[in-house]
């Protein structure tokens, strides 16, 4: 079993920074990437970005130039820098990891999501 425990949301005001963390831990072969996405209140879940170990990163375009995404490999995990926090940055933040796994028989995909972590911008 792979598992993903995020860290880092809470409350802040706007123009302000959180750094999300995302820690993948279990039995696994490798991690090949790993994401975050968010839900805000009434709409659908949106990618935000995406960070390939050994390869290069996206960011959509709503938040480019706010935020980052960066990896630590060792750690088998993934940072989600947000600065400039707007209130519509207000949503849930999963997690996601895309990684290889052996079972019994043989090596196999996997795709993991965390419980996420709320992220309020308010004054």
């Known amino acids: 079993q792979v598992q993903l425990v995020e860290s880092g949301g809470g409350l802040v005001q706007p123009g302000g920074s959180l750094r999300l963390s995302c820690a993948a831990s279990g039995s696994f072969f490798s991690i090949n990437a790993m994401g975050w996405t968010r839900q805000r209140p009434g709409l659908q879940r949106e990618l935000i970005a995406t960070y390939t170990f050994g390869g290069g990163t996206n960011i959509a375009d709503s938040v480019k130039g706010r935020f980052t995404i960066s990896g630590d490999s060792a750690k088998n995990t993934v940072y989600l820098q947000m600065d400039n926090l707007e209130p519509e940055d207000t949503a849930v933040y999963h997690c996601?990891?895309?990684?290889?796994?052996?079972?019994?028989?043989?090596?196999?995909?996997?795709?993991?999501w965390g419980q996420g972590t709320q992220v309020t911008v308010s004054s």
């Open positions: 996601n990891a895309v990684g290889l796994r052996d079972t019994e028989t043989e090596r196999r995909w996997f795709d993991v």
